[in-house]
């Protein structure tokens, strides 16, 4: 059973077909916690080990308009994100538990 599924399929690993289903099976929690001067901070967590967090953070950051940073296997962003950071990650492929 040693085989990934671009050799199953066929495919070339260039598609990069496992990281696309990785992603599709990963469940994210997301919520907010107060942090100094009850500032609300999003964090969202539940990656796969070996995710690049530092280009998704990136791209959550541009897609909210938002500052942010990565720590301890989490992303997290400046502010109150539950309501628009669903369809953000959901473009990315990935889904909320």
Known sequence: ???DLSEIAG???ELGVDDDL???ETELTVRVESRRY???MT???GFAPGTDLS???STLKKQL???G???DGHVELQGDHRDRLPAVLEAEGYALA
């Open 11 to 13: 495919l070339p690993d």
């Open 55 to 57: 280009a998704l953070a």
């Open 65 to 67: 308009g938002t500052g």
């Open 22 to 24: 990785a992603r599709a």
């Open 43 to 45: 964090i969202v967590e």
């Open 69 to 71: 940073t990565v720590d």
């Open 38 to 40: 009850g500032k609300p």
């Open 1 to 3: 059973m040693g085989k």
